[in-house]
């Protein structure tokens, strides 16, 4: 039989003491139960703290793609048929771009955003 079982009144007795009845539960079985309790929590809390951390990524990555295109249109706007201002233009786009997937990448993990 294990443990838990006969901790919290398993087995032959089914939790009944002598005379039929159900016994109260011991500060230990108590004390098994708040620290279950509080495991449960602290990985409900925990599993809501990802959620959020996921739904703001994917926030903050639509936003950033869309940043990024409107960088490259704006930089594709500024340079017109000029190739030597789209040559100057090209690295800063490319830049903020790799900057943008960095920061989103980081996000959460303790470095970045």
Known sequence: MSNDL?????????????????????RRQRAAVER????????????KQEEV??????RL??????DVTDVA????ELAGNDQY?????IPIVQEYARTTTRDI???GR????
């Open 105 to 107: 990448r980081d996000f």
């Open 61 to 66: 990555t639509e936003d950033a793609m869309q």
């Open 36 to 47: 279950a309790d509080i495991e449960l929590f602290g990985l409900v809390s925990a599993g």
């Open 73 to 76: 249109g704006l930089a594709r």
């Open 85 to 89: 201002i789209a040559s100057l233009l």
């Open 6 to 26: 006969m901790l919290f009144g398993g087995g032959d007795q089914g939790g009944r003491g002598r005379r039929g009845e159900v016994a109260r539960p011991t």
């Open 110 to 113: 303790g470095r970045g955003l």
């Open 53 to 58: 951390k996921a739904i703001f990524r994917k």
